[in-house]
């Protein structure tokens, strides 16, 4: 199955939304990212393409990426530095475990809307909304194979 088809359009839409939600009340970017696979140590992989996406150039180095190979059940949540210098030790493992919670329960969408309300939630704190504000990365679900 081709990974743009594993989720219906209004499943794909709300996750843009919970993205654009987030980013509402925030100077932060965040994406999200499928594979069916992933071959290699998730956490590397999801770095890879954080960079591919060019996550690490946001002006206060404050992107987030939710990275999640399907097929392969890995999961995995990096921020970039200026956010991982503010954010408690634990929020991303508590990030990831509410992901697999309702992944447990076959609610990946739900999941992953949590997951983006929780660390939009986190970074208003850090990086508040600014009036000049400009969104620096796309809205949209990136797609790998």
């Known amino acids: 199955m081709n990974i743009k088809d594993y989720?219906?359009?209004?499943?794909?839409?709300?996750?843009?939304?919970?993205?654009?939600?987030?980013?509402?009340d925030s100077s932060a970017e965040i994406r999200?990212?499928?594979e069916n696979h992933c071959k290699?140590?998730?956490v590397e992989r999801a770095a890879k393409i954080f960079t591919k996406l060019e996550m690490d150039k946001t002006a206060m180095r404050n992107g987030v990426l939710i990275y999640v190979a399907?097929?392969?059940?890995?999961?995995?949540v990096l921020g970039d530095i200026g956010i991982n210098e503010k954010v408690a030790d634990?929020?991303?493992?508590s990030v990831y475990w509410l992901m697999i919670?309702?992944?447990?329960?076959?609610?990946?969408c739900e999941g992953i809307c949590a997951a983006v309300e929780k660390v939009g939630e986190q970074l208003k704190h850090?990086?508040?909304y600014q009036v000049d504000d400009v969104?620096?990365?796309?809205?949209?679900?990136?797609?790998g194979k």
């Open 7 to 24: 989720f219906s359009e209004e499943q794909k839409q709300a996750m843009v939304r919970a993205v654009q939600l987030a980013e509402k």
């Open 32 to 34: 999200i990212h499928f």
């Open 40 to 42: 290699e140590d998730v």
């Open 70 to 76: 399907v097929k392969d059940h890995k999961v995995a």
């Open 90 to 93: 634990n929020f991303w493992d």
């Open 101 to 108: 919670d309702s992944f447990r329960k076959g609610e990946l």
């Open 126 to 128: 850090f990086f508040p």
């Open 135 to 143: 969104n620096e990365l796309p809205d949209d679900i990136s797609y």
